[in-house]
């Protein structure tokens, strides 16, 4: 029975992969923030399961500023995996607070990485690292190679905390690995992301509960995939035999309206009806035609993701609308 540690296992990304190893027979330890009491919903489920909550699921608390409680989790569990998925991860926000950005998500990788190098028996070490890195790339699709031009708090985060997975992988032979992920949504995606914020509105506005939503830019593209099957990949890179980086993702990109216009379909509604903008939405800096090429995923991997717009948009509107429904019985 293999031994898996979830940083951010609270998150989307962390509900899913926690699934997918307790799927697998993984004994699944996950590190929580004192203060994500809310976000616990995702795996709700799981806690109300006898058969695995403190049984093949346990919980640990810390904040990944502190390395040693972080350090004395790692020695208790002795993980063969650690899946590091935690940090703050809305771009939008990253502009509003930037230090906490670097704090968590740079800086909480490189403690990781020292507590893992200090370790006798190391584990093998998984970043969720982001299509952010690559922020105005001169090529579409990007690929591994791509040189990373990071335009946002986030992505700046992100990009020193790839290079220095690939350090530590290249320098001090850890099994470190980047999963370059494009974004990737579902049910379970937070309301803050422009998806599940429009899922959520063309879902309510369709049971007359409110008229429109209020958005920032339209234009931005995006590379969206469906995160359930985004971390059977993460999965994958850990057992393969060789420790490398690889971009995750569709390898199709679509605007803004065009998620809009998925939607709002769904529910039988003209977009165009139901949406205003606000300068509140807006970011100071963006990147540009963020699409990956999963081709190395694909091949070394067997990887391909399969669900992409118009139906991630479909599955995320029906899944809002029976919680809509589910709370008006
Ligand atoms: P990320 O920024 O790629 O991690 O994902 P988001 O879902 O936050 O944003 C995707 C795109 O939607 C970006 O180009 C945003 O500028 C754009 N966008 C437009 N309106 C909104 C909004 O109200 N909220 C968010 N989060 N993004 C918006």
Redesign the pocket.
């Known amino acids: 029975m293999k031994t898996a540690l979830i940083t951010g296992i609270t998150g989307q990304d962390g509900s899913y992969l926690t699934e997918l190893l307790i799927s697998k027979g993984y004994l699944v330890h996950g590190i929580v923030r004192r203060s994500s009491t809310t976000a616990r919903a995702r795996l709700d489920h799981l806690f109300h399961r006898e058969d695995i909550y403190n049984k093949q699921l346990f919980l640990h608390y810390a904040d990944l500023a502190d390395t040693t409680t972080i350090r004395r989790i790692m020695l208790k569990c002795v993980p063969d995996e650690v899946y590091h998925l935690a940090g703050q991860s809305?771009?939008?926000a990253s502009f509003e607070i930037p230090e906490t950005t670097c704090e968590f998500t740079a800086m909480g990788t490189l403690r990781l990485l020292e507590i893992i190098r200090d370790l006798e028996r190391k584990p093998k070490f998984l970043h969720i690292s982001s299509s952010e890195i690559f922020g105005r790339p001169d090529q579409a699709p990007q690929n591994e190679q791509t040189p990373m031009r990071p335009v946002t708090p986030y992505g700046i985060a992100k990009a020193f905390a790839t290079q220095m997975v690939t350090l530590y992988r290249e320098s001090f032979g850890l099994f470190a690995c980047n999963a370059i992920c494009y974004?990737h949504e579902s049910p379970l995606r937070g309301e803050?992301?422009?998806?599940r914020?429009i899922t959520r509105a063309a879902a309510a506005i369709s049971r007359g509960l409110q008229d429109s939503v209020s958005?920032?830019?339209?234009d931005?593209r995006?590379d969206w995939g469906y995160a359930a099957e985004y971390v059977e990949v993460m999965w994958r890179m850990l057992q393969h035999e060789q420790a490398d980086d690889f971009v995750v993702a569709t390898g199709s990109d679509f605007s803004?309206k065009d998620f809009l216009s998925a939607s709002f379909r769904t529910v039988g509604l003209d977009w165009k009806n139901h949406v205003t903008q606000d300068p509140r939405?807006m970011?100071p800096s963006?990147g540009t035609r963020l699409v990956g090429d999963p081709g190395k995923a694909e091949r070394v991997l067997g990887w391909k993701a399969k669900t992409t717009l118009p139906k991630l948009a479909e599955l995320m509107v029906q899944a809002d609308l029976e919680k809509l429904d589910r709370v008006a019985v």
């Open positions: 809305h771009v939008g974004n803050s992301f422009v998806t914020k958005l920032g830019s339209l931005g995006r803004v939405y970011r963006e």
